[in-house]
């Protein structure tokens, strides 16, 4: 494989991380189950659909040479097993575990690298402006993650709803701190 | 093989026991020797002959990963449905002739 630096490498992003093991993506689903849209773009759907397509949980990713770990790790759709951002190994494979060199920054987007990725951590190279999905998966009791985050007592003893679709227009630039309620006070 | 020392040979695989979850690709690494001929294949079997393939479970050599005569850097996928009670070998052919095969993957 050539690790040639080429012009596109300075829309790169570079996504670290372990594919889930529990979920399959079935992109055949679509065509039979869906209502046939408008748009004929369909990139959203191709990305799912693509083979290979599956969730991994990212945890770090590199863009324009600088190295970032995400606030906490959150699920995107990749393709493929992605490479091993290590690569390539010792001859001897009993010391790979040793030999946590950088590997070539065409599999980090990095000129250095401090520290060493974990041992199973694979890298999926995408480009800027390439379609795709992010799942920020919260866990907790419906108390917390569906009530408070949704509803909350109002002065006379009910229930009122909280902004609706208008609150969560935000997109992902606000969220990226993970989840926040969009009743402030409320998540106590 | 007759008799006859493989041209190819798989000692090991890189974990003791691979695992691959359905749907998914797990990448590991076949050590022995010989492997810096070009046609190798790699597949799933049931037994040390190579007899008995295993069509469900695929094991393609790693184009992104650097591989050397001592170690086969490959990828399994497990499709949907691929018997997750055995623990299968993991053989190569060289120009379409059996070599070698290491027990060691499991699906899940």
Redo the contacts between chains.
């Keep these: 494989m050539g690790d040639n630096e080429t012009l596109l490498g300075v829309s790169a992003v570079y996504l670290f991380g372990r594919s889930l093991n529990d979920v399959i993506l079935r992109g055949s689903v679509y065509e039979p189950l869906g209502i046939p849209k408008a748009g004929t773009n369909n990139f959203l759907r191709s990305q799912l659909a693509a083979e290979g397509a599956k969730l991994a949980r990212i945890y770090a990713f590199s863009f324009e040479g600088a190295f970032i770990e995400l606030g906490r790790p959150a699920i995107f759709v990749v393709h493929g097993a992605g490479s091993d951002p290590d690569d390539p190994p010792p001859s001897d494979l009993g010391y790979e575990r040793l030999s946590r060199s950088p590997g070539s920054s065409a599999r980090t987007g990095l000129g250095s690298q401090i520290g060493a990725l974990a041992k199973d951590m694979r890298v999926w190279i995408y480009d800027k402006s390439d379609l795709s999905m992010r799942l920020d998966a919260e866990t907790g009791t419906f108390e917390q993650i569906l009530l408070t985050a949704e509803a909350s007592t109002d002065l006379r003893g009910g229930m009122s709803r909280s902004g609706g679709a208008l609150s969560r227009s935000g997109g992902v630039m606000s969220r990226s701190g993970g989840f926040i309620p969009r009743r402030s006070g409320d998540n106590d | 093989m007759c008799g006859d020392k493989p041209e190819v040979e798989i000692e090991s695989l890189?974990e003791p026991l691979v695992v691959v979850?359905?749907?998914?690709?797990?990448?590991f690494?076949l050590?022995g020797r010989g492997f810096s001929k070009k046609t190798i294949d790699a597949f799933v079997c049931t037994n040390k002959h190579g007899n008995d393939v295993v069509p469900k479970i695929k094991v393609t050599i790693?184009?992104?990963?650097?591989s050397?005569d001592?170690?086969l850097?490959v990828?399994a996928h497990a499709e949907?449905g691929a018997d997750t009670e055995k623990v299968f070998w993991v053989a190569v052919k060289l120009n379409g002739m059996f070599q070698d095969a290491q027990e060691g993957l499991k699906v899940?």
């Design positions: 890189s979850s359905w749907g998914d690709d797990k990448p690494k050590i790693d184009p992104n990963a650097t050397t001592g170690f850097s990828i949907p899940i």
